[in-house]
């Protein structure tokens, strides 16, 4: 006889009756009160209850019914009496894994977040609403069917048989067409007892099947066997290891990526690979699925069904790949063994809504919860991860070279100020058309970046000074000649493009800037024989459109392809031979202290469209800014000068990677009301970080570059400090005792990326 445990743990909930405690459910909302808030489990629900699942609660006076996330199930010290029973269980099986859950938390923690907003970022709305699924009635055997058998007639005999031969519940049409009957007889077993109706969830699965892989893993240069070596080293440790994979445009970095991943596969085990939405690329996902087969997508032109179905897929471990942007970060894979994120530099891997996380932070979180190697790779890495490897937190492994030796392509700059002004003259130098037109005859193919859409960037009148502005952003609209709109790109207000000045009434208008459209005009009145596409948020809204333009630059319909950064990202054509860049100062100098980090990695990702073929290749770069070390160290292809330069100059300032960032955002719609709680604020941040004795320098507040959006004006005041720990708890704490007036809100944003 075995000794019964010393702290049971499955004790009868009567006996917990007794002993004044219960069974409860820990649970949070996504909406106030946060929580956490404790439940009781009532008999009836008694081991259908885990952490990771959704649950309804009765909330407040009312009994409000709520959705809310179980965090945990525990036995409480409190009488059964005195906490509200949970109503109802919404889910089979968690929706996350404990070592999910435990991501959750930290993320809650780290970045100042209610736990059940994160559960609404981390779990698909798709997941959450069961989409590509709905209740069903199915029939079964009773229990006690076969003792009763006997005294059946022949034909109910017959439907009897036809339901325990199928092994499972059946529709009732599904039956009527196994037993070949009606439904009178079916209803007449029913009414017996000796059939069951049950409802059940169907889902409907809207995913294409998987494919064989068709391609085989390529032959690897020298440098990138010792990159490959590098990474299957730290998956033989079995522990966590971070491996900052720096490599030029060019050198590939995907074909180890994916080397490395069939050795996981070759382990049992799983992996994530994380892109930013703007490279998954048809192309890119093609790669994948050629190589692997059966590979999971997670991107955001899926339906909210099939991204439903393609969470099913993954939970259930059927996917040993799963490939997606941002939030794939937190697909449910039960023997994850890899996680990879590629262009790990770019901006969008952060959030700019609650919870406001950066993918490559959670997924270094994520990879010391499962003990498994974290890959970062980038021709321009971020200077924070680039600190880490210089300093030793992360490993290092480098692909200074392109493939088959292929040189770096050529940059000329030109400088934009010994360029007359003249309107007529339009964007192209005379050096970019004379390398377009010789590209051309050579048949390669051009690439065009100008990082602005839309037409004309500012509509004004010359007669009175007037510039059209957006009533509740107070910024220049954007004149789209397609449609004849003029829009915002912040609120997407829009009204017809004004034929006149709406001040005073002036036909002189004049459409000042240069966008995408004014660009694609331009460049196919200077080569009207030419195929030329355009690739922007305006054109590739339609469903297809991708894929369409692209298929065509590669078979060659299309010569000359221009766009925003949309082209500079996860492209490979080996025939472009010329990459222009129109403006390598649009972002340069934006007050904001990454601007000239953002520059100097657009602007060499475009340059290494490229020269990727047996051609070399040649980029034009127009500036009005060539000495500055941005712009020199991108055109000699000098990312380590780049690095030393800009991580001397934050050293400096104490921004990152040399101490921690995080932002208070306060909006409003009243100024004066919306900037005296942003006084208060720095009040009591000050006041706090004194009396805790912090190391925390705070900044404002101060209107920031965009001072109205949206209606709101906007204050904001920036914390720094060498300890993120401190900043925590200085931010914690402060926010505790805050109570903005009302219509005034405030949000924070930990490790922002960008002071706008």
């Known amino acids: 006889m075995s000794q019964p445990e010393l702290f049971p743990t499955d004790i009868p909930p009567w006996e917990l009756d007794a002993q004044g405690e219960c069974q409860a459910a820990k649970v949070v909302f996504a909406e106030a009160p946060h929580g956490p808030l404790d439940y009781r489990i009532p008999d009836e ?158 889902y409907e699965e809207s995913i294409a099947p998987s494919t064989p892989p068709n391609t085989l893993p390529l032959a690897l240069s020298v440098d990138q066997r010792q990159a490959l070596k590098h990474i299957t080293g730290a998956l033989e440790s079995h522990q966590q290891q971070t491996i900052l994979l ?52 997670l991107h955001s032109h899926l339906t909210a069904s099939q991204r439903h179905a393609q969470w099913r897929r993954i939970a259930s471990g059927e996917v040993p790949v799963v490939i997606g942007a941002r939030s794939a970060v937190f697909a449910p894979l039960p023997r994850l063994g890899l996680i990879v994120l590629d262009e790990e530099h770019e901006s969008t891997f952060k959030q700019d809504t609650l919870p406001r996380y950066h993918a490559r932070d959670v997924a270094l979180h994520r990879s010391f919860l ?96 007037h510039v059209e502005n957006c009533p509740d952003c107070d910024l220049p609209l954007t004149h789209h000649r397609d449609g004849g709109k003029a829009c915002c790109h912040y609120c997407d207000y829009q009204i017809p493009t004004p034929a006149s000045c709406t001040q ?96 100097f990695q657009i602007v060499t990702q475009v340059a290494g469209r490229t020269g990727r073929g047996e051609k070399a290749g040649h980029v034009i770069l127009q500036t009005f800014s060539p000495e500055h070390p941005a712009i020199i160290a991108a055109s000699q292809h000098d990312f380590l000068g780049f690095a030393k330069y800009e991580l001397a100059q934050r050293e400096r300032y104490g921004y990152p990677p040399h101490g921690y960032l995080a932002r208070f955002i306060v ?34 507040p101060a ?3 965009l001072a109205r959006l949206r209606g709101k004006f906007r204050f904001h005041c920036i914390l720094q400090s060498p300890a993120p720990d401190q900043l925590n708890r200085l931010i914690v704490q402060t926010m505790a005792q805050l109570k903005p007036p009302k219509d005034v809100q405030y949000v924070v944003d930990i490790d922002p990326i960008d002071t706008l």
């Open 45 to 202: 629900l008694a081991g259908e209850i885990s952490a990771g699942m959704r649950v309804r609660v009765p909330l407040g006076k009312s009994n409000r019914p709520m959705l809310a996330y179980c965090i945990e199930v525990a036995t409480v010290a409190r009488p059964p009496e005195a906490l509200k029973p949970v109503t109802e269980v919404l889910d089979a099986e968690p929706l996350c894994t404990p070592k999910l859950l435990e991501l959750f938390k930290w993320m809650s923690r780290y970045y100042v977040a209610p736990l059940g907003q994160v559960f609404e970022a981390a779990v698909p709305a798709g997941v959450r609403a069961s989409a590509g699924s709905r209740q069903r009635n199915f029939l079964y055997p009773a229990p006690d069917a076969d003792s009763r058998l006997a005294s059946l007639t022949a034909k109910q005999l017959s439907i009897m048989q036809a339901l325990i031969m199928a092994g499972q519940g059946l529709t009732a049409d599904q039956l009527q067409k196994a037993a070949s009957c009606s439904s009178a007889p079916i209803k007449s077993l029913r009414d017996a007892g000796l059939i069951e109706m049950r409802q059940e969830r169907v």
């Open 246 to 297: 720096h490599g030029v445009t060019g050198s590939g970095k995907t074909e180890v990526y994916m080397q490395a991943i069939h050795e996981v596969i070759t382990y049992g085990r799983q992996a994530i690979v994380l892109v930013p939405e703007i490279s998954l690329t048809p192309q890119t996902r093609q790669r994948f699925l050629a190589r692997f087969g059966n590979v999971a997508l």
């Open 370 to 465: 499962e003990q498994i190697p974290l890959v970062l790779g980038s021709a321009t890495p971020s200077l924070e991860s680039w600190h880490r490897a210089q300093r030793g937190v992360y490993s290092l492994a480098s692909l200074p070279r392109r493939i088959l030796n292929r040189p770096m392509p050529q940059v000329s700059t030109v400088d934009l100020r010994n360029e007359r002004v003249d309107p007529n003259r339009g964007s192209l130098t005379r050096q970019l058309k004379n390398a377009i037109r010789q590209t051309l005859d050579d048949d390669g193919q051009v690439m065009l970046l100008l990082n602005r859409r839309g037409f004309a960037t500012s509509i004004q009148c010359p007669d009175c000074g």
């Open 504 to 599: 005073c009434q002036s036909k002189a208008i004049r459409y000042s800037g240069l966008g995408t459209q004014r660009l694609e005009i331009e460049v196919q009145r200077a080569f009207p024989d030419v195929g030329v596409a355009r690739m922007d948020s305006d054109t590739m809204r339609r469903p297809g459109s991708h894929e369409r333009t692209l298929a065509e630059f590669r078979n060659g319909q299309i010569r000359i392809l221009l766009g925003t950064q949309m082209i500079a990202k996860g492209l490979d054509f080996p025939n472009v031979l010329l990459v222009g860049v129109i403006n390598a100062d649009t972002a340069l100098h934006f007050p904001d202290f990454r601007a000239a980090e953002k520059t």
């Open 667 to 700: 909006r409003g719609p009243d100024i004066t009301t919306t900037e005296g709680f942003a006084e208060s604020l720095v009040k009591q941040l000050t006041g706090r970080r004194d009396n805790l004795g912090l190391d925390c320098r705070i900044l404002g």
């Open 703 to 705: 209107p920031p570059p």
